[in-house]
């Protein structure tokens, strides 16, 4: 590996998304043995590096582990990081198998980071220097407003800006055509298009729950990608895929590819989730020659049943009532409803209106019998 960075070299490193406040903190750690490299992948504290002049693999030197007050100061996906490196090809004639040495992490423009409950809150740094965030919601049962605005939320927090996908379009009858009109955020958010008007009812829902964020229903195992994504999809922008288990994070990235480079798996039928199928963060180059980061389904963030509101947690479902005969319909064999002559038509999955009806009757046997008021005979393990 030569340290020195030729135009060629340069050229290379603003192809993985370096910029000139990158080369200025380089710069500015005056080492100039360190050469600049990108995070693509860690495994078991082995880091997977990009540089001006092909891959590596390295470790964070012991000084800067030692030195971390916090994890959020070791490297994650999409970092640039200051690296001593040993050439590879050299082999079993260098010192420690070809391991090259992480010094420093550059101060991240941007980062994907939420707050972990611990002894103390801490900060947990899913992936740096992206701009752009894929939020993917399941049109399949997934979608929740509360939680596509938390979401929304995490990736302001960080500088990143959010670009909402609803997947599975297909399911809730959208075909193609119809999803050709949503190919542009502001015919989106005016509610334009063709497709059901329940159909189009959800979608400016979901459009009025996050002003501002571009809404792209999509079908991800036929027809086009929507045009909009190339705006993103530019060379050397990084782009990080978030969302539940099971809404087609990989399917996507494995569409971008080209070629199955993620292992993907079906939904389980009983309660329509994913099943973790992912369980690393890893960055690949597109062929056109973005940067995309694909994630492991975020549970955590998800919000636990009871504190949900049944609109935001089945805006599907909210959108069919007004429709139905009966104002105060429960959808549950009452005649002339809305709700369950969608499900018969195919435009709402059946599992969708089931797990409606499972929420709704738990909130009525909470509603007969509350809980305790808080600090009067509390037992331990209750939430
Ligand atoms: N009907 C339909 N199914 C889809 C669509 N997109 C993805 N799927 C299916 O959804 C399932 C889950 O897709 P994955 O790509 O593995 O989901 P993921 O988000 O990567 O899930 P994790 O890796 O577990 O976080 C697969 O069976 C896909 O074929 C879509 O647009 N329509
Ligand atoms: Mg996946
Ligand atoms: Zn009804």
Redesign the pocket.
């Known amino acids: 590996l030569s340290t020195q960075d030729g135009p060629t070299a340069s050229g290379e490193l603003s192809t993985l998304g370096f910029r000139t406040e990158d080369e200025a903190a380089l710069e500015a750690l005056a080492a100039p043995s360190l050469l600049p490299a990108r995070v693509f992948d860690e495994r078991r504290g082995v880091y997977a590096l990009s540089t001006a002049n092909g891959s590596l693999q390295a470790r964070v030197a012991g000084r800067l582990r030692h030195r971390a007050t916090a994890t959020a100061e070791l490297p994650v996906i999409g970092d640039w990081v200051a690296v001593e490196a040993v050439d590879s090809r050299v082999g079993a004639a260098s010192d420690r198998q070809g391991m090259s040495t992480i010094h420093a992490v550059l101060p991240r423009r941007t980062k994907l980071a939420r707050k972990v409950a611990g002894e103390r809150t801490d900060e947990q740094v899913l992936a740096a220097n992206v701009d752009t965030a894929l939020i993917?919601m399941?049109l399949?049962g997934d979608l929740n407003l509360r939680r596509l605005d938390r979401f929304v939320a995490m990736v302001r927090a960080g500088a990143v800006e959010p670009v909402v996908l609803l997947?599975?379009?297909?399911?809730l009858g959208l075909d193609p055509t119809d999803l050709q009109a949503f190919d542009a955020p502001a015919a989106a958010a005016a509610g334009a298009g063709a497709g059901s008007p329940e159909a189009r009812a959800l979608l400016r829902v979901v459009v009025d729950a996050i002003p501002g964020v571009p809404v792209l229903p999509?079908?991800?195992?036929s027809g086009e990608l929507p045009g909009f994504l190339d705006r993103v999809l530019q060379p050397a922008r990084t782009l990080a895929?978030l969302?539940?288990?099971?809404?087609?994070?990989?399917?996507?990235?494995?569409r971008l590819m080209g070629q199955p480079v993620?292992?993907?798996?079906?939904?389980r039928r009983s309660d329509g989730r994913?099943?973790?199928?992912?369980?690393h963060r890893q960055m690949f180059r597109l062929p056109g020659g973005a940067l995309v980061i694909?994630?492991?389904?975020l549970r955590e963030i998800q919000l636990h049943g009871a504190r949900e509101l049944p609109d935001d947690a089945f805006p599907d479902v909210a959108v069919l009532a007004p429709q139905c005969r009966f104002r105060d319909c429960q959808h549950d064999g009452q005649p002339g409803c809305a709700v369950v002559a969608a499900v018969e038509a195919g435009r709402l999955p059946g599992n969708r209106l089931d797990s409606y009806l499972r929420l709704q009757k738990s909130r009525a046997v909470k509603a007969r019998f509350p809980r305790p008021v808080p600090g009067a005979g509390r037992r331990s393990g209750s939430r």
């Open positions: 993917l399941g399949d997947t599975k379009a297909d399911l999509l079908t991800l195992l895929l969302g539940s288990s099971g809404v087609g994070k990989s399917t996507l990235l494995n993620q292992s993907i798996s079906a939904v994913g099943r973790h199928t992912t369980t694909d994630t492991p389904g």
